[in-house]
């Protein structure tokens, strides 16, 4: 992915994100261009914390149930909103202990990942929760099954759900959106904002 990396980091302006767990593509994909790592295990891989630290770039940390193969495997919780902060909570207190600047930590909670209609629905209801953790919230539930499931529709019919979702999740205290609709996304949350004094 190197190759990719510093042939757009020449050529756009925008920050490129890097998705990965492993610390050794984390360096590779830092000194190609990447500005930022997200990570869908919330660095808890060996070696992530410490490679993530000596890169000092921003971070996002994400919450998943299990691994990717078996995530959606009848996902159970308690009470989701709460075992996803405390999850969260505890990642954070990770990072920063490992040297990660507080600054540059990101949390997603990690919808569809784990995560079944009625859980992700109840999460993203409860969005505002995670101001609490005083972090940046990035919210991708752009093209999610969830939404799929809501309209019943393909994945190429959910551009309108997606842009009511992601309107919510603004609206709940998220400050980063993850969208596959990027313009029309990007006037929605653009009204939004307007409409909120924002």
Known sequence: ITP????????????????????????????????????????????????ASKLKVPVCIMHMLNEPGTMQLKPQFDDIVTEVYQFLER????????????????????????????????????????AKLHKPVL?????????????????EQRVYGNLAASVVAMAKGASIIRAHDVQAT???????????GL
């Open 139 to 155: 919210v991708g539930i752009s093209n999610k099954s969830m939404i799929g499931q809501i309209l019943d529709v393909t994945l």
């Open 186 to 196: 990007s006037d929605a949350l653009k009204v939004f904002k307007a409409i909120a």
């Open 4 to 51: 990719v990396i510093e042939i757009l980091s020449k050529r756009i302006a925008v920050p490129i994100s890097i998705n990965t767990s492993n610390p050794e593509v984390m360096q590779a994909a830092v000194i190609a261009g990447a500005k930022m790592l997200n990570d869908i295990r919330a660095l808890s891989k060996v070696g992530a914390l410490g490679m």
């Open 91 to 130: 990642r954070i207190t990770s990072c920063v202990e490992a040297g990660i600047e507080a600054n540059k930590i990101i949390i997603d909670p990690g919808f569809g990942f784990g995560k079944n209609l009625p859980q992700n629905l109840a999460l993203l209801r409860s969005l505002d929760i995670f």
